[in-house]
């Protein structure tokens, strides 16, 4: 398996000339203690700002407040569905960060006063900032599902925040499941965390019924009329799991979007009418950022604007947000974006307060998706800041009838990637997972 070097993965991030982590900033550049920068959520975007910034900056004084002591990734969580990984490969703690020099408070941000410049949690702390991060990821809009609720998500588990209950709720109920049940899969309307998750899931979903429950099926009803590498993902459903997937996309005659469920019977409506008895149901309502970017005043509507040029809110001073919580319009909500746009944030915040010019920003996306093993696709591209948006530029999408070697290197490229982004992002050696996590399935 090909290993991501540190200079390939600084070149797929999109960091050559465009942000801070393509050139170290003089120690002495920021007074010691002269500027607090808090960040709240340590996922993608949160952990790699605090990992830049005490890198390049070591001076500063850098808070993460992240509710967990162990980060459960949902990129790749799909995998586990499927069978290809553990859910222990997906955990990191944050011991690299807290060596760097990080304060790592393990509590839940309740509220932001952004004229005292504090943050407040759960546990009862204040923490004054000079500069705020907000990288909070999602939030469920349970109530977007007529019937659904947190408790319905207990029976009806929608996996899609880093939450590994629900990861484990909705492996453990597949493999409890019935051989010949039926499994139903209910994707979001746009916009939502990983545009190509809930079907690179239907496909692992499948896996998982071809190899354990060869009599079960899947349905999926979706919302949308198309969706992101549809070419690959029905040539997928039809090569390798046909007579297990039955797809109902929305037409200008039926609409598949959820009229309402009923978690004690396990049915689904759709708002075609379409009624589902479901033995597993995984649904997956439409999201909005996390809860605190609204408390801070960050957000308009169900996400935040930002300034593309640095990810600054347009909507509070001295407040960055970034991530799956951002209005970045052509760039998907995905772990690889907020990844690039934490490089260009921190490499904003150290330029300010030492007073140095900014690099251009530049920012990059690859998403792949896993359809069946060594069966694996991608899309991505590079993005500009251009007229107040994010205009995308060089776009690739793999194609159906690709050779097997090409979607197998796909699929090598990516489990290097994993390994090669969580290290970039917990401040670790990284190093690939163990062969076994790579190749087992069932």
């Known amino acids: 398996m090909p290993d991501i070097t540190r200079r390939e993965f600084a070149r797929l991030a999109g960091l050559a000339g465009g942000a801070a982590a393509s050139q170290a900033w003089a120690p002495f550049a920021i007074a010691q203690g002269a500027a607090k920068v808090v960040i709240v959520g340590g996922g993608a975007g949160g952990a790699t700002v605090a990992h830049y910034l005490k890198k390049d900056a070591p001076q500063l004084d850098v808070t993460l407040i992240e509710a967990n002591p162990i980060y459960s990734t949902s990129f790749f969580s799909n995998l586990y569905i499927g069978g290809f990984r553990s859910l222990e490969s997906l955990s990191h703690s944050y011991v690299g960060l807290k060596r760097l020099g990080v304060t790592v408070v393990h509590d839940v941000a309740t509220d932001v006063d952004s004229a005292r410049k504090t943050v407040k949690t759960k546990g009862g702390r204040t923490y004054h900032y000079d500069r705020l991060v907000l990288s909070p990821g999602i939030d469920i809009k349970y109530d977007s599902v007529p019937g659904y609720s947190r408790e319905a998500s207990r029976v009806m588990p929608h996996a899609y925040t880093t939450s590994a209950y629900g990861k484990r709720q909705l492996k453990r109920q597949l493999q409890a499941m019935r051989d010949g049940g039926t499994v139903v899969l209910a994707a979001p309307n746009n916009p939502y965390r990983c545009p190509p998750g809930p079907y690179e899931r239907a496909c692992m979903i499948a896996h998982f019924l071809k190899t354990r429950k060869p009599k079960s099926k899947l349905i999926i009803l979706d919302p949308k009329k198309a969706f992101s590498k549809q070419a690959v993902f029905t040539e997928a459903f039809e090569k390798h799991y046909k007579g297990i997937v039955e797809l109902n996309l929305t037409t200008d005659i039926d609409d598949f979007a959820l009229a309402s469920v009923d978690a004690k019977a396990r049915e689904i409506v759709t708002k075609a009418g379409k009624k589902v008895k479901a033995d597993v149901a995984n649904i997956i309502p439409q999201q909005r950022a996390g809860e605190i970017a609204a408390k801070a005043g960050a957000t308009e509507g169900d996400w ?21 919580a951002s209005i970045a319009a052509e760039m998907p909500k995905s772990a690889f974006s907020a990844n690039s746009q934490a490089k260009v944030v921190a490499g904003d915040i150290v330029a300010d307060l030492a007073k140095k010019d900014r690099f251009p920003p530049r920012y990059r996306n690859t998403c792949w998706s896993l359809l069946a093993p060594d069966d694996d696709v991608k899309v991505g591209a590079n993005y500009t800041p251009k007229d107040g948006k994010l205009d995308p530029s060089g776009s690739f999408v793999s ?15 990516s489990i290097a990637w994993y390994s090669s982004i969580t290290g970039d992002m917990f401040a670790r050696v990284s190093a690939p997972a163990p062969a076994g996590e790579q190749k087992k399935a069932g």
């Open 304 to 324: 935040c604007p930002i300034n593309p040029e640095n990810f600054a809110s347009k909507k509070v001073k001295d407040v960055y947000v970034l991530g799956d």
């Open 399 to 413: 194609q159906k009838g690709e050779a097997a070697d090409v979607r197998k290197q796909n699929y090598q490229e």
